[in-house]
């Protein structure tokens, strides 16, 4: 029998107000909220193009690129991977795709649905892939693409893009790059970089709701989708037709989420506020205190090389005899903040502490030390009073005011 529901079994929507240092999503400013709820136009009135010319400039923007095909797909960061791959490869095609975590692995994943020969070469967690393994997996070969994770959320690491644009160079291929985790809180310049496609989520570093992925696309890659011999495998993800409606005439393809575009236009809006490099580097200062402090209580971070650390995410490895799901819970519940455990084969191992764009400050980074430490005390770890939050507070004297708090 289906159950009756009455007023007082659903009351008004009422989520707690959390701290959400996960990788994804993370907390938002009060002004994108705002933005959520200003009213509703329909995809094809007049004053919503003009929204969409906004979104798009500011996207350049943080992209860096003066790409034509620049837009937020009506998907999470898992369609930009989708349309990226669906887009490019048919059969016949050969791809590369650098795995050293789960969602590198997802783009191996979701390429071989397509008709194409997929090679992963791989990396442990906690790496990045070396460029020469690349070098050597697609020697004498004809590869169409390579593919990678500029910021592996699963394993907190950074991977440098140059020498895979050179190594795609050398084998004539296009080069995806996921930055979900790394645009706007990592230096990314998709020109500059000659990035053929790459695309992001709204939820991290940008600090919009879920449910975009904002994606850029080369001319050499347009090219590439122009020449195809067969129909991209998805009506959704055809990155030429969904550009009917993006591109100058503005024609409907699909109704998209216009409330979050509005809220995606205004996070955009203050990144751009604060500078996108100023962004980086308050990113990479609130990191570099969190990584002080936690050093200071003990712990050790999954990525051993500091060049390979990603700076919107660390992962950090869970001492022995120390229980992974009651810190994340008693955090939740005594202090309200949220972090993330450990994914795939390193679930139960590490936690993954986000810091991602409006979560990248430095009230943030010593309460959640201050909090940590208690909880740790509580489940018996035997750690220095303060000495997280000590570190911290020193690594913040060493860097400069301006780098840590959200300039507004
Ligand atoms: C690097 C990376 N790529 C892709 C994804 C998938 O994004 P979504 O969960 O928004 O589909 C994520 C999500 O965390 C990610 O971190």
Not at 201 to 207: E, L, M, N, P, Y
Request: aromatic content about 6%; hydrophobic content about 40%; proline content about 6%.
């Amino acid at each position: 029998m289906t159950q009756h529901i009455d007023r007082q079994s659903i009351g008004e929507l009422a989520p707690p107000n959390r701290l959400m240092l996960t990788p994804g999503p993370s907390s938002m400013d009060p002004r994108v909220y705002r933005a959520l709820a200003t009213p509703l136009v329909g995809h094809l009135d007049p004053w919503f193009k003009g929204c969409m010319d906004d979104t798009q400039a500011l996207l350049r923007q943080i992209f860096q690129t003066e790409n034509r095909i620049t837009m937020p797909l009506s998907a999470s960061g898992s369609g930009g991977i989708e349309a990226s791959v669906l887009n490019t490869l048919e059969e016949g095609d050969e791809a590369i795709i650098c795995v050293n975590g789960v969602f590198s692995d997802r783009m191996a994943v979701i390429a071989s649905h397509t008709p194409a020969k997929i090679t992963k070469v791989e990396a442990p967690y906690g790496k990045p892939v070396d460029p020469e393994d690349v070098r050597r997996a697609g020697k004498g070969k004809k590869i169409k693409i390579v593919g990678l994770a500029h910021g592996e959320t699963s394993s907190g690491v950074l991977t440098q893009i140059d020498p895979f644009r050179k190594v795609a160079d050398e084998l004539g291929a296009l080069l995806i790059v996921d930055a979900v985790a790394s645009l706007a809180g990592v230096p990314l310049h998709v020109d500059r970089q000659h990035i053929d496609i790459c695309f992001s989520g709204t939820q991290k570093a940008i600090s919009a709701p879920p449910g975009m992925s904002p994606i850029t696309v080369s001319p050499r890659a347009e090219e590439v989708f122009r020449t195809r011999k067969s129909k991209v495998q998805s009506w959704y993800f055809d990155l030429s037709t969904a550009m009917n409606y993006w591109g100058k005439d503005r024609l409907y393809h699909h109704t998209p989420p216009i409330s979050l575009i509005y809220a995606l236009r205004e996070a955009m809006r203050l990144v751009v506020e604060e500078g996108l490099e100023a962004r980086w580097e308050r990113h990479r200062v609130n990191q570099l205190a969190l990584i002080a402090g936690l050093e200071a209580m003990g712990l050790e971070l999954l990525a051993k090389n500091p060049a390979d650390r990603l700076a919107t995410v660390t992962a950090v490895m869970i001492p022995d005899g120390i229980d992974d799901v009651m810190v994340r819970s008693q955090l939740l519940e005594e202090f309200n903040i949220e972090i993330a455990g450990g994914l795939g084969p390193v679930k139960g191992k590490i936690w993954r502490v986000g810091l991602m764009g409006y979560c990248s400050q430095k009230p943030y980074v010593l309460l959640f030390l201050a909090a940590l430490e208690k909880v740790l005390l509580d489940q018996g770890f035997r750690l220095p009073s303060g000495a997280g939050v000590g570190a911290a507070i020193h690594s913040y004297t060493q860097a400069r005011p301006e780098a840590v708090g959200v300039s507004r």
